[in-house]
Every structure is written in C-alpha cells, then in structure tokens.
C-alpha cells in the first residue's frame, strides 16, 4: 500500500529522475555514466561499494537528502532552455548530453563541491585561456561490450578506446603543471588511464577510418602482398585466355569481371559447351553467359584461400586487442566519465564567463535568509538584450514578498529569474549572479506562472491556479521555494483577494520562501511588523509610460491601469467615469504612492548626480597625485642632473685654477704676474657665472618662485649648490660668497637653507660689495707670530699666512717661531722646503730677529 502511494504522488507530482549518487541530480542520464559521477555499473564488473567517491550515500537516506523537483516546475521555469544555453559551451557531443542531463540536487556539501570544481575550472580557463580540451571519442558501445565475456571489438571501436587513451594521457598532461592549485580537478585527473603499450599497439593496428592496417602483423601484410599479385596473375591469364577464343564467341568491347567475388569472362552462348568451367550469370537477353574458366578454378581457389587467411588473421589481431584491453575494463570507464566530466566543466566555465556569472554561497536546507546580487535572467542574458539586474535581500524573519506593478513590468520575468538562479546552482552551473549573493538550498521549488486551462481535464483558467495551489499549500515547507504569479486571479476580486491572501499567510506559516504578485490592493496591504510579509515592487517611469525594471522592495508599486488606458486613447469621459467609481481609500493610497515614486525619482537623479561628481572628483584627485608624482620624479632627476653639473662646473673650474697658476708661473716680471692675475680672476668669474646661469632653470623648477632673503642668510646657489651666506640682494640680483669667492647671480636662483643646516655653519663676516665677482677680504701682514703653538698647530697657522699673504701680494712674510728648542723652527723650515708657491727663505738677520725668526720670500 506505501508503495501505491508513493507511485501515485510520484505521477501527481511528475517528479524527474534523480541521480541518487551525484552531487546534482541527473534527468534521464545515460545508461553508460552519470553526468558527474558513473551511476550504473557495468556487466561483469564490480558494482561500487557505498560510500565511495561514486556514492554520496545510499538507500532512502539519499532519495530524503536530495531534492525533487518536478516536472512541472522545471518546465515552467523553461529550465531545459537555460541547460541548452550552457550545453552550447561544451566541445563534444557527449559534454553536451552530460550538461542537457543535469538536474537540481539537494545536498548541500555534494553541491557546493561541485560549484568549487566549476570555480577551479574557471581559475584555470584565465590561466589558460588557448586551452583545447582533447577529443572525447564515444566510447560506450565499446566499453559496454568489453564487459560481455567473449565479445570481439570491432576496428572503430578499438580505435575509439586507442583515442581515450591518448586524450586521457593528454588531459592529465595539461593539468600536471596545476596539480598543487587545482585539488578537485587534480582528483578528477587521477581517473584518467595511461597505458602506451595499449595506446601504441592501437595506433600501429587500427586506422582512424577503422580498418585494420597491414602494420598490424607481419602475417597480415605478407597476405595482403600475396593476394593483390595472384589477382593480377588470375586477370593476366584469364585475358590471355579470352583472346585465344574464336571471335564468334567473344563478346565485344569486355574483358574480365567480376560475379559473386569470383573473376570470369563473358562468352556467347553457342561457346559454353566449349569453354566449360562454372557459370557465374547471364545477361538480360540469356545470349551473353559469365563463365569462369578451369583453368581460373585452381588460381580462383588459391585466392579464396588467402583471403581466407586474411580474413582469419584479422580476427586474431582484434581477439587479441580485445583480450588486451579487457582487463582495463574499469578504468577505462573511470576515464571515459572523467573527460566527459571535464567537458562538462569546462563548458559550465565558459557559460560562467560569459554571463560574468559568480559562484553563490550555499545555505543549509530551511536557513531563514536570502540574498541575491545583480541577479539576471539567463534567457533574456541569452537573447543579447540589455538586463537590469535585480538584488533581492529577505531578512530571516521575511518570509514572504508580495511584488506588485505594471503590466510588463517584468513580475514574471523576476518570478521565472529567481527560480532558474536556485535551479541552475543547485544543478552545478554558476548562474548568472554578482559577488555575495547567498541562497539557501531548496529541497523543492513550486512555481505556478502564467495560463494553465486544460480542456481536456475540464479545468479554467482558475481552476488549474486553485489546483496547483492546492499542491503548494499541502507540501510546502520551510526548504520550499514557492514562486506564484497574479495570484487570485481570475475570479470576483473580493474573494480572489481572500483566497490569495489566506494562502500567503499559510505559506509563512509554514516557513516556505515564497514570492508572489498580484494588482490587487488588499495583498499590498498584508505587508506589516511581524507578519513575515514584505512588500516588493518593480518600478515604472510615469513621465514616458515605461518599465524600468528596477526592483524596489519594502514599498508596493502602482498598477497604472488608467494612466496606460490614458495614453492608449480611451475616451476622456469613460477614463473619469472610472475615476469616479473607485474606491476613495484606493485613490488616496495610489496618489501617496505616487508622490513617494516622484521623490524617489528625484532623490535618485541627485544620488546619481553626486555619484557622477564623486566619480569625476576621483579621477582628478587621481589626476593630481599621478602629476605629483610625475613632479617628485622629475625633481629627482633634476636633482641627480644638478649634482652631475655642479661636479662639472667644480672640474672646470679647478681647471681653470691650474692654467691659471700655471699662467703666474710662467711669468717674467711683475707686470706681467699682475696681467695673469688679472686673467685667471675674469676666467674663474665667467666660470662662475655660467654654472649660475646654468643652475637657474633648474632651480626655478624645483622651487618654483623667487626667493625674499635678507643679508646674512645661509643660502645656497640652486638646489645642489654650495652654502654661503647672502650678501647683498638688489634689483633681483644676489650677492653670495662661497668659501671667499663672490658671486652675482640672478636672485630667482638663491634657495634659503634649512634652520638644521643653516644652524650648522656659523656666519663669516664680510665686508659688503658692489655688483660683480670681487676678490675675499685680506687680512695679509709681514709678520706672522707661531710662538706659544705646538708642533702640530703650525702647519695650519702657517698655511693660512701664506694664503693671506699671497692674495694681499705681500714680497716677503717673518715668521717668528722663537729660539727654545728649535722645534718650531724646524718645522717651519720642513713646510717651506716643500711650499711650491715661495721662491725660498732664510734665517733673519741680527737686527731682524736672528736665529727666532725665518724670512720667506714669496
């Protein structure tokens, strides 16, 4: 009696097959192997124990754990059309039957690993995107009969096993590089069978248009040698034969054919008696006879033997190709479902892709929440059309949404959308949805859309709702997805109404997910704190009279039945007659929803607009630090070019120096010392003046401006220059010295120091100049006092002297050094003896100093 009953609801409900051992269901799948796991053993081959990876679980526990749905609905929600979409995207036919045979699951664990194994494929179709998958030969007849005992393959179905080798080795190749990032498809690729010898020996016998080749044994191509030469030798003698006939017998114009595989000649009737041998035939008119000569039957025979031999060699070949191949039974099976799995994959990846598809998380079975982002219809993604996404959130305690609107509007689209999404993902295809989208599993989807009267089963329109409704209430539960379109419908409104809104609330009672649509006003109303209803709408442009498809829950939508009758031209007069005649709480509750669409609009357009500004002030704050960026790097480089020309100008101009001293020492007489001179300072200012001319452009980069100094400020001469201390600052020029050397340079060039670096060096005083490049200060005397220094102290002291001296062109300096021990003294002597820049010295006479004191001649 259960049984009946369980076959009589499984008609009522017309539940499609389900694959009890896939982690999705499988509709009507092939008897050789599931779509994602072999579900059939085969013949004489072990049958697969429980809970293995070809076995979720078992027995009624998997028929309660897996989804049902049925028929009906699948077809409602044209599921079978979306599944052609996807199987448009796999590379063999036998990808595409696995993709057309899927069906919803309802494991939650089984289905997730599926998406992941789809999510991986994805990975690595962006890794590889010139990735072909191999040929996947249809290799189920033969497979089939390797199972049978005794069976012999024919050549095109050991060819077809000798290709499943080679693409099995192929794929396994392809994913080796992706092993450690790819685990699912790692362990998909651990199924496929390499054999070489096998592979070999298939390709060296069977040719690809399956027939065995003469490479298949050196007795077969010995015979096939044997039997085309004694054709020949049978023809040649039959010719020769007929020639020597008398004419009267021949026939004309014909020579040696061939009748029931046998060669002979045709004769006359009147020669039979004299030619003898077998008759093969006779022409239409009986006066024409085709005879095969005695002396044919021998040669005729021998030929009959070796193909015989051919024939029987030929059977051995493929016995023992069979035989070889029929311990691989199994594996080979393995393989097969494993290419077939990875087509199937691949093109479900590829679908993905295409519709820019995200892989949702899965939510147990009753989980009270639902969450779908950018949802799209994947029939209308299909037809090229533009689609406007819908994002739908259900709290937990939401367990119901009525969505109201315009006709054409798209509230059967949206109802068919969400349906196909839970449908498609539960069946192991990515559907066409955005990051975080999150849908619980549904044991069950009811969807009861669009017109469904049966004159054959006396049903109206309304009753065919009513009886599907009927369904829906008795087995909905908390796992249910429950999809109704203009619910109560088709009869009075009042009680259409009522009957919508007591199955709305018993639906919620029951905890089913539920969507629902309908114009009637009293289900707009049902909406409210703690009766797990919420309102939902699509909205309508009231301005053009169109749809703009977007989905706006917590408020309900217009029907805009008079505003459309409106602008389709029906009579002003019968339009205000209806005005009149409804209902004067309608009125109020159509012209608030109509100043809340209109404010929405607006406040819409401004978020719009100040998006549109936001956007735009990111690209030029974008803007803006890329050319920051672009002027750090620049002033680095000017910075960096800088250094190089200072260590340039520092080149020449110590150059400069040298030629010239090298000028004052080739000198004869004072004049003309003092010409040189003259020279080496105008050099040594024109050098000068260059670097500072050079120097400008780039400091002006850097700084950007003139710089307002004071006199004494530590300054510097570009960005890289040497510090000095500013001088003089008039009609924008800049008087800096440097280490004793003046210069006049534009002040636009002058860069401040740093407090730190200013601070660092102490100022020099200096006395104030005119314009132009002018000696240092010379504090020169003929006397320079060491006494009371050490040892070490005179070489600086002595050295500073004769710099003072030098340029205060003094013609001879005493140094006084004191007579003590003579250690000063010698000294003294010690540095001068190697000074280049004196012409010698000597000890100071009595009434100079004696002994304490040296004269040096410069």
């Known amino acids: 009696m259960i049984q009946r009953a369980k076959r009589r609801a499984d008609e009522t409900v017309g539940r499609a097959p389900v694959n009890v051992r896939d982690p999705v269901g499988v509709r009507e799948a092939p008897e050789e192997y599931g779509v994602v796991e072999s579900r059939v053993p085969r013949a004489g081959w072990p049958r697969p124990r429980e809970g293995s990876r070809n076995s979720l679980c078992s027995g009624r526990r998997a028929r309660a754990a897996v989804g049902s749905m049925t028929s009906h609905t699948l077809t409602v929600l044209e599921f079978g059309a979306c599944l052609e979409q996807v199987a448009g995207y796999a590379t063999s036919p036998l990808g595409r039957e696995a993709i057309l045979a899927l069906s919803p699951g309802g494991l939650p664990v089984a289905i997730t690993q599926e998406l992941e194994r789809v999510a991986e494929t994805m990975r690595l179709l962006e890794r590889a995107p010139e990735m072909v998958v191999p040929e996947i030969p249809d290799a189920r007849t033969a497979l089939r009969r390797l199972a049978t005992p ?13 290709t499943l080798l080679a693409s099995g080795r192929a794929l396994r190749s392809l994913l080796g590089p992706f092993a450690a990032e790819l685990s699912h498809l790692t362990q998909l690729a651990g199924r496929l069978h390499e054999d070489r010898g096998s592979e070999r020996a ?34 040649q003698r039959l010719e020769r034969y007929l020639r020597s006939l008398p004419e009267a017998w021949v026939v004309p114009d014909v020579s040696v054919s061939v009748r029931d595989g046998r060669y002979v000649i045709a004769i006359r009737r009147e020669g039979r008696a004299a030619v003898g041998g077998i008759v093969h035939g006779e022409s239409q008119s009986g006066q024409t006879l085709f005879v095969e000569p005695p002396i044919a039957l021998e040669m005729m025979n021998q030929l009959t033997d070796l193909e015989t031999a051919e024939a029987r060699e030929i059977r051995r070949i493929l016995r023992e190709l069979t035989e070889r191949f029929r311990p691989s039974g199994p594996v080979l099976v393995a393989s097969q479902e494993a290419l077939v799995t990875f087509d ?44 406007v996404p819908f994002d739908l959130r259900l709290e937990p305690e939401e367990r119901a949404a009525v969505v109201s609107g315009p006709n054409t509007g798209g ?13 498609l993902a539960q ?60 619910i109560g419908t088709g009869t009075d409104p009042a009680e259409g109404a009522a009957l919508a809104s007591a199955v709305v609330f018993e639906l919620v009672r029951r905890r089913a997910l539920s969507l629902v649509t309908s114009h009637l006003g009293p289900l707009k109303r049902l909406a409210g704190p703690g009766t797990g209803i919420v309102n939902a709408s699509l909205q309508f442009d009231p301005d053009r009279m169109e749809p703009t498809y977007v989905l706006v829950k917590g408020r309900p939508g217009r029907s805009y039945g008079l505003a459309i009758a409106r602008r389709l031209g029906l009579l002003a007069h019968v339009l205000e007659a209806a005005e009149r005649q409804r209902a004067p709480g309608e009125s109020e509750v159509e012209e608030l929803l109509e100043a809340l669409e209109r404010k929405e609009k607006a406040a819409a357009e401004l978020v719009a607009s ?11 704050r974008a803007q803006v630090e890329s050319r920051e960026a672009e002027l750090r790097q620049r002033e680095a480089a000017l910075r960096r070019e800088g250094r190089q020309q200072a260590r340039g100008y520092l080149l020449a101009a110590r150059a400069e120096v040298e030629a010239a001293i090298a000028a004052v020492r080739t000198a004869k007489d004072a004049e003309a010392v003092e010409r040189a001179a003259r020279a080496a300072r105008r050099r040594l200012e024109t050098a000068i003046r260059e670097h500072a001319v050079d120097a400008e452009g780039g400091a002006a980069a850097v700084a950007g401006e003139a710089v307002d100094l004071r006199a004494g400020a530590r300054v510097r001469i570009g960005p890289d220059g040497s510090p000095g201390v500013l001088v003089e600052l008039r009609d924008g020029r800049a008087v800096v010295e440097m280490g004793g050397i003046r210069a006049d340079v534009p002040a636009e060039v002058v860069v401040a120091l740093g407090e730190e670096e200013a601070g660092a060096r102490p100022r020099v005083p200096l006395e104030r100049a005119g314009g132009g ?23 600086g002291a002595l050295a500073r002297a004769l710099d003072q001296a030098i340029l205060g062109e003094l013609p001879e300096v005493c140094i006084i050094h004191g007579k003590g021990t003579g250690a000063l003294r010698d000294r003294v002597r010690e540095i001068l003896a190697v000074e280049p820049r004196i012409r010698g010295f000597r000890a100071g006479r009595a009434n100079e100093g004696g002994a304490g004191v040296t004269i040096v001649e410069l």
């Open 150 to 162: 005794g069976a012999m393959l024919e050549p095109r179905e050991l060819h077809a096993l000798g």
């Open 610 to 620: 100040l998006e549109a500004e936001r956007t735009q002030l990111g690209a030029l």
């Open 344 to 387: 199937s994959l691949c093109g479900r990846a590829r679908y993905a892709h295409q519709v820019d598809g995200h892989v949702p998380r899965l939510l147990p079975p009753g989980t009270p929440s639902y969450t779908v982002v950018k949802g799209r219809h994947p029939l209308l993604l299909a037809a090229g059309s533009p689609v």
């Open 773 to 795: 490049w002018t000696g240092p200060v010379v504090n020169a005397t003929t006397d320079v006092d060491l006494r009371g220094l050490r040892v070490d102290e005179v070489e």
């Open 202 to 235: 298939i390709t060296r016998a069977i040719g690809a248009d399956g027939t065995v080749l003469d490479s298949a044994s050196r007795e077969l191509a010995h015979l096939r040698r044997e039997i085309p030469r004694l054709r020949l030798a049978v023809v």
């Open 411 to 423: 509230k059967s689209v949206l109802l068919k959308a969400v349906g196909l999404l839970s449908a």
């Open 427 to 486: 069946s192991g295809v990515v559907p066409p949805v955005g990051p975080g989208t999150e849908l619980p599993v549904f044991t069950e989807i009811f969807a009861d859309i669009g017109d469904e009267q049966s004159v054959a089963r006396s049903l109206s329109t309304f009753s065919a709702h009513v009886a599907n409704l009927k369904e829906i209430v008795e087995r909905a539960g908390p796992a249910s997805l429950v999809l109704v379109d203009e």
